[in-house]
């Protein structure tokens, strides 16, 4: 593998106007938001959420480590995996601390490591409902149990923790339960020859390896993958010895073993199958122990599933997830609008994969990706306010079709206050204050600029990089690197594949002639200083979908740079499918608009719009009658800013 | 109310080619089978039935009533309404002998009409799962019993068995049916005051009414419609009184009121909401209490449901159910053809409700509606061998939608052997073979002529019609009235909406000046013989949709008289959206071809198609990469005759 840090990353201050405000809204609204919800101290309401189970109000989730710790007593309340909505919060803390020091938080944060580290069994193992409530079933029922899921996700926050405030408890509980995990899972013969049913600790191990080098972290991760789906029995033979009629969650048993990429060994799966949560959470330790290791089928692997989803199975927004059933991926080129899934969490696993990805290779597509993650799939999650939540990020939106079909019915038109499973509101905040992690990636000494997130970043050797632009409303990027040492070292920027058409770059002033290679482009750097500026082509694009692609066909979606607009009713004439935009040069115009969705650029889009036929006429009736088509104008704002106004109806993609 | 048969008609031979390779069809292959497959005796495979509700391969239909009847033991198995298949399965061997003497099958019948005689308990009541397994919960959980519905299913059968063969006994189990749910049903003190979950047992109670005039079966039907949502709380108390974890169908207690129609009095319902065929029978009723009882209220309220059914609710091919979820209607113009239902049953449902409201107005739109479930909707639900039946009948289908996108797992892109709810295949058989009732209403001294299904029909005071024609594949329909003793009569004639702009009739062979009359033209006869030619405008037409449905925005869909076309990948390249089909004139070709698939017209229609985006493109590209559009040819068929060749996709709506 090609990754080496000969130069090292030291820190990141994202400077970005557009990232810097939603980091502010997570540590203003979001953490606070969240911290009461979890101690149930908020007053919030899940009733109108599909997924919220029959659950109530409460979260109950810091209750839940209270009577695991002894500090108090009563039954556990949730989901099985319900700590994971405080060990997401952990980690989105932690991740703040690098932007926003708060002695209050950090109390906080402090006690819940204590709390955690009470919570925790003497041989490492925390999960706070079977110690409460089952303790006879510990690792009995992986298919639903969301043990090592669970533990996989402290992990990741008492690493982070750890990095971000040198707290060693933290650290000291995560690889307690790395231990307990590594004790009981594995080929010897008293071991569980098993895995979880939700993929997660392989990606933790590798992140709990990298900050101790235990190298039986990284083993441990590699077991899982190399171990999965190698007896498509063994969640059955478990469910069978630990009894039948004891799901942990009504339903799960009936998902197929795809559903939980167990039918085959990782290696031998074709396509990117099952809950897609799963599979990007299993892709991203995949990764993770490929380039550990130099595992080439794993790699192989890797790329595969990398493939399938992007090029078969992803919506134009990076949103994932053909279908609510198992919250799942389908099959090929199956991408309807209004049934879909799209669950933020996936968004925010694909972030991870990706990330991951360009640690392997300095390929563009997966920072293009990455991109499109972050600024619409993932970003949608949440409102403007920091209060309000998607599970499910639909590109077509009806009110009328969510109440009355009820195949609709997961889809809401509005975002949420929190769901009975919790798992994206944290999840997205942990992405966000974390993004000055998602600008960077130095191979060798090359250091590669893939987001155009404005950041100041200083590297090892005295290397400073100061990136300035407005993106993602304009495209002027501008770069000062500094390097005192005149080290040389090559600086990679990645050149979106929208902006590939049309492609500027000077250097101190001058024009450079440049080629892209996979994606980026490629300046030697030596001297004490350089003034790099990049322009983006930031014309508006009128895009269609692959003609495999059934439920596009003959639409186009509207984007401009990274974003991807809809039409929402808050800005047009509904019903929204009564347009035929027009597709010849200069149909779009494109202003920015600071007062507006937190400050906007606004696309018009001539168009005709059919004058609807009368309710009075005949369903169904000749093309004679042709209904009258007049002149009109759709307004549209990117996809993340949807539904922060009114509750309507919304589009991405729109009839030509 | 209008209807008066001061004219009778008296019997209709069907001459038709089209009718009666399917009614000979229902006699020499669908009886047989059927009658084996409910005595256990048939090789059948429900496995990928998605209606199976996990039953295995047998009916066990027969077998129930021989236990309930004391001349074998057991148990009951299947649905609580099993039952039905065999009464609707009787009732359709009752109308085929009005066309197939069969001394064989006779034997078969009577028999079993003894073997319900003895099921039949000492009170009247017949439902052998209660009396086998449950006897303490006869009408205790009316929301899902169906014990009414399917009691009212045998007085259908009864009647009809009485009417063609005269057996009295058929009768007798029919009054005492009607005479026990009379005692139990009611607004007296130890009467219960509810109704059925399944609205059935109203419009058969007018059927018996009809035969026997027993004032109380009309009364009783109408007390059952008037009763109908009055207490909403009707279902839960009793539900809540027989013990709230005693379903007797999995699921059926998390269904709406409005799913039962039962939230409020029908009268005071304004959409066709909840499940089809519970709507389409309860309308049946109504329209059958409204013009006996001239109930006036009743009748506007079948007149909004049918105005909101057929403007709102109805796909082209008159199917009707947008959900799979409850069998249901969702809200106005949800028309999605690919995760629809459309339940064979709804549309037979929708014939019977076609047929009553003709009975009560001279309105082509009756006859226009009745037509397109006779061509389309309703017959699609038997394969052309009369051994393969379609639950669910889609506009739109693909296989590999079916098997991996579980939100359309519903939609067989195949017949099935039978289903484990087996409503269907007898319904349909019961309407192809009674359809000879289904061509002429007389009102008054007003002979109305709306279905062109050839024929001779003999009327009072020696009247007789001859119709011939070669329908639908032809447009000329001839008519030879004979009128022996000069009675003077109106003739009125259908012009269906499709071939009302192009009008031609001609009169003993002189070319008529007729205007047409709320769907009709009427002559008047008094001669003893006249032949009137009429030529319907059998061209080929594009039709569209309303604008207010997004589901066929922006595409076409084909029909050529009464019938609908659909292109399905036998014939056609794959995928089939991906073609933009020709819409100015002379784009279409028509051909009778006679071998193929039992005798049927083919249409062919310019198109251009899309070359498609390799699998290697970016999923998402800009208008630039346009792919090329070669000149194409769609080969359609008729809906009815699809999926009869191979096992592929199939589209009615194509894209212009």
């Known amino acids: ?231 498509p029995e063994f969640f059955d033979e478990q469910i069978k010895s630990d009894g039948e009629e004891r799901d942990l969650i009504a339903g799960m048993r009936d998902f197929t073993r795809r559903y939980y990429q167990a039918a085959e060994p990782i290696k031998d799966q074709q396509t990117a199958d099952g809950h897609a949560v799963r599979v990007v959470y299993l892709c991203t330790g995949m990764a993770m122990v490929a380039r550990h290791t130099d595992d080439q089928e794993l790699l192989t692997a890797c790329k595969r599933f990398w493939n399938d989803i992007v090029k078969r199975r992803m919506y134009i927004t990076g949103n994932i997830g053909s279908t609510t059933t198992g919250e799942a991926f389908t099959y090929d080129y199956d991408l309807p609008n209004d049934t879909m899934y799209g669950e933020t969490c996936a968004s925010v696993g694909m972030s991870f994969f990706a990330k991951e990805m360009l640690k392997i290779e300095a390929k563009g597509e997966y920072g293009d990706v990455l991109e499109k993650e972050l600024f619409n799939g993932a970003l949608g999650g949440m409102s403007l306010d920091g209060k309000h939540f998607f599970y499910v990020n639909p590109l077509e939106a009806d009110p009328a079709a969510s109440k009355s079909n009820p195949g609709k019915s997961h889809i809401l038109t509005h975002r949420a206050d929190w769901f009975g499973c919790a798992c994206c509101p944290a999840n997205l905040a942990r992405l966000i204050t974390s993004v000055d992690q998602y600008i960077y990636t130095v191979h060798d000494n090359t250091i590669l600029s893939h987001q155009f997130i404005a950041n100041k970043a200083n590297f090892s050797d005295g290397i400073t990089v100061t990136q300035n632009n407005n993106f993602p409303w304009q495209g002027d990027i501008n770069y000062h690197l500094e390097n005192d040492n005149h080290k040389s070292f090559q600086f990679g920027i990645r050149i979106p594949q929208w902006s590939q058409d049309n492609l500027s770059v000077s250097v101190n002033g001058k024009q450079a002639d440049v080629t892209i290679e996979d994606g980026f482009i490629y300046l030697t750097v030596n001297q004490a200083n350089i003034d790099i500026e990049l322009t983006l082509n930031m014309t508006t694009k009128l895009m269609r979908s692959s003609n495999r692609v059934k439920d596009n066909f003959g639409q186009i979606a509207v984007t401009r740079g990274p974003l991807v607009y809809a039409a929402e009713e808050a800005d047009n004439e509904i019903p929204l499918w009564d347009y035929h935009v027009a597709t010849e040069d200069d149909v779009t115009t494109y202003a920015y608009h600071a007062d507006l969705l937190g400050g906007v650029g606004v696309i018009h889009l001539q168009a005709t719009r059919e004058r609807l036929d009368s309710a009075d006429d005949a369903l169904y009736q000749t093309l004679a009658e042709a209904p009258v088509k007049d002149k009109a104008r759709l307004t549209l704002v990117p996809y993340y800013s949807w539904t922060n106004r009114s509750n309507g109806q919304m589009r991405v993609w729109l009839y030509r």
């Open 1 to 231: 593998m090609s990754y080496q840090e000969t130069i090292q990353l030291n820190q990141v201050k994202v400077t970005s106007e557009f990232w810097q405000r939603y980091r502010d809204l997570v540590v203003k609204e979001v953490l606070p938001y969240q911290w009461q919800v979890m101690n149930d101290q908020a007053n919030i309401d899940i009733a109108d959420d599909p997924q919220n189970n029959g659950q109530d109000k409460n979260s109950h989730a810091i209750a839940n480590l209270k009577i695991a710790a002894g500090r108090e007593t009563g039954h556990h309340y949730g989901f099985p995996f319900q700590d994971t909505d405080v060990y997401k919060w952990l980690e989105a803390a932690a991740y703040s601390f690098s932007y926003h020091q708060d002695d209050n938080l950090k109390k906080i944060t402090d006690e819940l490591i204590n709390l955690i580290a009470d919570a925790q069994d003497e041989d490492g193992y925390l999960s706070t409902y079977f110690q409460i409530d089952e303790p006879e079933r510990k690792f009995k029922r992986l298919q639903q149990s969301h043990e090592l899921y669970t533990m996989g996700h402290y992990i990741e926050a008492g690493v982070a923790y750890y990095q971000a405030t040198g707290n060693k408890k933290a650290l000291q509980i995560a690889e307690r339960m790395a231990d307990c995990i590594d004790q009981n899972f594995g080929l010897k013969e008293n071991q569980i020859h098993g895995y979880d049913g939700h993929p997660e600790v392989e990606l933790a191990l590798v992140r709990l390896f990298e900050v101790t080098q235990e190298q039986r972290y990284l083993d441990l991760a590699h077991y899982f993958l190399n171990q999965r789906g190698q007896n």
